[in-house]
């Protein structure tokens, strides 16, 4: 059974930076796609980064691009999300997810953490 748990979420400042963590045990991890997802209240669960298990190439979505980045340590299983220029509208509850698939619809996406919360004051 795949576990993956997030942490590093709080209450920041619109412009901070703040960088979250998922640790992943069980299933093998280096042959899983990792991303990481939000869902403000009231919204749909939003795709925001994946990184494949090479390390290559990560796919943003528009929204963080620029502002967001996401890494992984295959030797630590652990993948994070460097967010840089918080914004308000940031505010939400981040997910890490795991899939074998290419996909921005989290309904395809296998794995999910507990989520850990975003808030960014103005």
């Known amino acids: 059974q795949v576990q993956l748990v997030e942490s590093g979420g709080g209450l920041v400042q619109a412009g901070a930076s703040l960088r979250l963590s998922c640790a992943v045990s069980?299933?093998?991890?280096?042959?899983?796609?990792m991303g990481w997802f939000r869902q403000a209240p009231g919204k749909e669960r939003e795709y925001l980064a994946r990184i494949s298990w090479s390390g290559g190439t990560p796919v943003y979505a528009d929204s963080v691009k620029g502002r967001f980045t996401i890494s992984r340590d295959n030797a630590k299983n652990t993948v994070s999300l460097q967010m840089n220029s918080l914004k308000p509208e940031d505010t939400a509850v981040y997910y890490c997810?795991?899939?074998?698939?290419?996909?921005?619809?989290?309904?395809?996406?296998?794995?999910w953490g507990q989520g850990t919360q975003v808030i960014v004051s103005s």
């Open positions: 069980g299933r093998t991890f280096s042959d899983y796609f």
């Open positions: 997810a795991q899939t074998r698939r290419i996909s921005t619809d989290s309904r395809l996406w296998d794995y």
